[in-house]
């Protein structure tokens, strides 16, 4: 029998996706999760920098890595030097300080359009989890496991789902595009 929970299972995870990814995004606030995508290379292998460091942010300005080995300092500088945020690492000791710039006008705007094609590739993985959900049941409609009345109540619940998690999508959208363009 069709299943609809499974496929909206996994539309949230695609949403939960996509939130870390906005986490990650700099909006002008410190926010320790800006530091979750970067990997450092430590031990032979690639590690999430809360895995070798505690990140604090002490100031709405401020990240603190406090680096729990002397030997990774150099290693989650240069880490955090090679990542996308433009971020210029402070070296005090095992202490990383991460003083957060203002965003200008540009960087607003370019971080808008970065917003909305993330948004964009989010909704397009839950439409084609729509799409295989809609080829389920056409093939339990052709081997005569459902009827057609069943089938237009299921295509109508995966749609519900759908615009659901679109309209989701579309909130975390308008909610990060507010974040940023509030000085």
Request: glycine share 4%.
């Amino acid at each position: 029998m069709f299943d609809d929970k499974s496929y909206s299972l996994k539309m949230d995870k695609t949403i939960e996706v996509f939130a870390k990814e906005l986490s990650s995004l700099r909006t002008g606030r410190a926010n320790s999760a800006m530091l979750d995508l970067i990997k450092v290379d430590v031990y032979g292998q690639q590690m999430p920098i809360n895995q070798v460091a505690s990140v604090t942010t002490p100031e709405p300005r401020m990240i603190n890595v406090q680096v729990w080995d002397q030997n990774n300092v150099a290693l989650v500088d240069s880490a955090i030097k090679k990542s996308e945020l433009g971020l210029n690492p402070q070296i005090d000791g095992q202490l990383i300080r991460l003083p957060i710039p203002e965003l200008n006008e540009e960087r607003r705007i370019e971080l808008k359009k970065m917003i909305k094609s993330m948004g964009e590739k989010c909704k397009v993985s839950i439409r084609n989890i729509r799409r295989e959900a809609n080829e389920e049941i056409k093939k339990l409609l052709k081997s005569k496991e459902i009827g057609e009345d069943q089938e237009k109540s299921f295509e109508k619940s995966v749609q519900t789902i759908t615009d659901k998690h679109i309209s989701i999508v579309d909130d975390k959208v308008s909610s990060k595009e507010k974040e940023i363009m509030t000085i």
